[in-house]
């Protein structure tokens, strides 16, 4: 059975960190062949959000406001083990609802990767850069503001 957490990284287990990790680096190194450095301090300021079945993470992303701008969280590192499911969708939904319950009217920003741009949009993120490179894969700057 499908369950959903939502930890501080110092709730996290080790079993579950090591999923999330393992998941990401799944998908985004190995899968899409992008060496990049995944971990980057953030995970520690992050509210981790995910669902595990049978031990396993099947979806995950994390948040954490920006210091620097009050009012503005991130949202990233969104991925799921499984397509069409509708785990994205879900942790998509759980994620953003964690972001109100916190500040209820903030900015949310991501940087999508472009073939990304239309799932986000069905949350209500327009995009608000040009496309760029970054971690070898092109990706764009969106934005939600939260009523």
């Not at 499908?2 to 501080?8: A, C, E, F, S």
């Not at 971990?39 to 079945?53: A, K, P, Q």
């Not at 948040?63 to 949202?75: A, C, R």
Request: aromatic fraction near 10%.
């Amino acid at each position: 059975m499908m369950q959903l957490r939502i930890k501080t990284f110092d709730e996290l287990t080790t079993r579950e960190l090591y999923e999330l990790l393992r998941l990401r680096a799944e998908i985004f190194v190995v899968e899409q062949n992008c060496v990049y450095q995944d971990l980057d301090y953030i995970d520690y300021d992050s509210v981790h959000v995910f669902f595990e079945e049978g031990g396993k993470v099947c979806a995950c992303l994390r948040v954490y406001q920006k210091e620097s701008e009050p009012g503005v969280w991130k949202l990233g590192r969104v991925v799921t083990r499984e397509h069409r499911r509708g785990l994205g969708s879900a942790i998509m939904t759980e994620g953003l609802r964690v972001v109100r319950e916190k500040e209820p009217r903030a900015t949310v920003r991501i940087e999508s990767q472009c073939q990304a741009q239309g799932f986000y949009e069905k949350f209500g993120f327009h995009t608000c850069s040009e496309p760029f490179i970054m971690d070898e894969l092109p990706h764009v700057k969106m934005e939600l503001t939260l009523s």
